[in-house]
T-cell receptor
């Protein structure tokens, strides 16, 4: 249980185009999903916290108009990188928190496999 | 503000050696969770352990063991008899037990185990 998927697993796009990344919780409902960015040989940096049915909360320094987050259902959040540039090339990882909060999973985040974005 | 420090950037060992990865954290909260994750070259994060701040008991799981010392704000991770498959980046992380319980990650320690 507690599986989170991401699609696509990797994407290459031209500079100036927009790219959408999906994050799905497959076997549980997630009221909260998180988006992280990881540059090569660096740590995971939280970009934003996404709550179902409301606006995302962005971390300082993350442009909300560039990184559009939509959390339309309890099992799906999307991150759209608008007008992507080479400096946006990174590994994007989502995580989801189980709404059901069964024993042992309180406050636990389940991570997706990540999406590697390369902007040419 | 929360902070997690993994002072070891990279560690190289030979197979069968024991290795300890250090983690020191800072938080103003009295209740929190500590985590260790493994990130192999594929990139997917693998959950290893979660420890509640109220539980200072050390834990052992196979070749893995964790030493939680609240007095020194440390949560160190030891791999006994390391294997080549243990080669990965290991992240220590801290989470509050309030709000969105966001995770703060350390910078990670790359472990290289050679045959």
């Amino acid at each position: 249980g507690a599986v989170v998927s991401q699609h696509p697993s990797w994407v290459i796009c031209k500079s100036g185009t927009s790219v959408k990344i999906e994050c799905r919780s497959l076997d549980f409902q997630a009221t909260t999903m998180f988006w992280y960015r990881q540059f090569p040989k660096q740590s995971l940096m939280l970009m934003a916290t996404s709550n179902e049915g409301s606006k995302a909360t962005y971390e300082q320094g993350v442009e909300k108009d560039k990184f559009l987050i939509n959390h339309a259902s309890l099992t799906l959040s999307t991150l759209t990188v608008t007008s992507a540039h080479p400096e946006d090339s990174s590994f994007y990882i989502c995580s989801a928190r189980d709404r059901g909060n069964p024993s042992g999973r309180a406050d636990e985040q389940f991570f997706g496999p990540g999406t590697r974005l390369t902007v040419l | 503000a929360q902070k997690v420090t993994q002072a070891q950037t990279e560690i190289s060992v030979v197979e069968k050696e024991d290795v300890t990865l250090d983690c020191v954290y800072e938080t103003r909260d009295t209740t929190y969770y500590l985590f260790w994750y493994k990130q192999p070259p594929s990139g997917e994060l693998v959950f290893l352990i979660r420890r509640n701040s109220f539980d200072e008991q050390n834990e052992i799981s196979g070749r893995y063991s964790w030493n939680f010392q609240k007095s020194t704000s440390s949560f160190n991770f030891t791999i006994t008899a390391s294997q080549v498959v243990d080669s990965a980046v290991y992240f220590c992380a801290l989470s509050e037990l309030k709000g969105y319980s966001t995770l703060t990650f350390g910078k990670g320690t790359m472990l290289l185990v050679s045959p």
